[in-house]
């Protein structure tokens, strides 16, 4: 009788987090501030802890290659760390802070953001475009024209390849307790909950906002990786450059030449302490949070953002068009779900 019981709440979870995936209020376009509608506060902690695994601890740095894309992962171990900025910090804006203690469990982290190439594998037909007669469409640029929806299908889809290559079905019969329960009725998006509960290995999920921003900082903790200084972005990052002020006269750019005056090849520019390339600059990068300005009703243990807040979803780390005050690791900003642009795209993490 339990079992049943157990399956029909199962089956009613899917159901409302589908429904809260698939229907997001804010469709299209850039949101202004204000139109975000009151966050309830939920207490509840959705993401329990990684299942015990067969396989032993993953090294820090480790590297993972996806067979299905070629796509190379690294292992970013778990830890606690400052999230947002200081008030000093320059080119700051209020929804960085209060800075609060967040820690995040151990992952795998894309060491680029996805290409073309790894895109198309999924959508053969996918074309970048060009920007102004500058090609975005190479096999080795970073894929973007791809929404917050698609790239959640890609790792949908990429899961699922994975799972079937490991002769893995993923399924197992769980139950659900209160607190998610209530999550659900807050309206999150429980499909990193739902995954956990499964047996399946090798599931692949767009970053929360605090893993990103835990992977991005790896361990430092000025506005960028390298240290403050944007004068010296162009060693490690394709940002708005004097290569792109040469095209674009009135850009407000980096003083440096980072040599590129739109996307450049994924992994072109020194890594960070985390060996991750390219987490700020030439892509913004969707992260699976809902965006909000309230840092404080977060839980400080592996946070996943408000419920629905129809604001949009966060974007992270500035890209090849970007002033120095976008290209920061604290710096947050959002998109609708279905929003495309030449300097969105994405990279992916592996939870287990
Ligand atoms: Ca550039
Ligand atoms: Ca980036
Ligand atoms: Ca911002």
């Not at 992977?215 to 000025?222: K, L």
């Amino acid at each position: 009788m339990r079992h049943k019981h157990t399956h029909w709440l199962l089956l009613f979870a899917l159901c409302l987090g589908a429904l809260v995936a698939e229907h997001p209020r804010a469709l299209a376009g850039e949101p202004s501030a204000g139109q975000n509608p009151p966050l309830e506060k939920s207490t509840a902690h959705i993401r329990p802890k990684t299942k015990p695994s067969n396989e032993p601890e993953p090294k820090k740095g480790q590297i993972w290659t996806d067979p299905v894309t070629k796509m190379e992962f690294v292992y970013i171990p778990g830890g606690c760390f400052t999230m947002g900025t200081p008030a000093d910090e320059e080119g700051r804006e209020p929804d960085e802070g209060p800075g609060h203690e967040v820690c995040v469990d151990g992952f795998w982290m894309g060491k680029t953001p996805v290409t073309n190439a790894q895109y198309r594998k999924y959508d053969r037909n996918h074309n970048s475009r060009t920007y102004f007669g500058h090609d975005l469409n190479g096999d080795n640029q970073p894929v973007v024209y791809v929404s917050w929806e698609q790239a959640r299908e890609f790792a949908r889809w990429l899961t699922r390849k994975n799972h079937a290559l490991l002769g893995d079905t993923g399924r197992s019969e769980i139950a659900i307790p209160p607190e998610v329960l209530q999550a659900i009725r807050d309206g999150k998006d429980l499909s990193r909950w739902l995954d956990r509960q499964k047996t399946g290995r090798h599931s692949f999920f767009l970053p929360t906002e605090a893993e990103w921003e835990y992977a991005c900082r790896a361990g430092t903790e000025s506005a960028r990786f390298w240290g403050n200084d944007s004068g010296r972005a162009c060693g490690y990052a394709n940002v708005a450059d004097q290569s792109a002020s040469k095209e674009w006269r009135d850009w407000r750019v980096h003083g440096c030449n980072d040599g590129w005056v739109v996307t450049s090849p994924a992994g072109s520019f020194k890594p960070n302490p985390f060996g991750l390339h390219d987490m700020l600059g030439n892509v913004w990068e969707w992260c699976l949070d809902w965006y909000s300005t309230k840092y404080e009703i977060e839980p400080k243990q592996n946070p996943t953002g408000p419920p629905l807040s129809g604001i949009g979803r966060q974007v992270r780390g500035g890209s090849w068009d970007n002033d120095p005050a976008g290209v920061r690791c604290g710096n947050r900003s959002h998109a609708t779900p279905r929003f495309i642009r030449y300097n969105i795209g994405f990279r992916l993490i592996r939870t287990r």
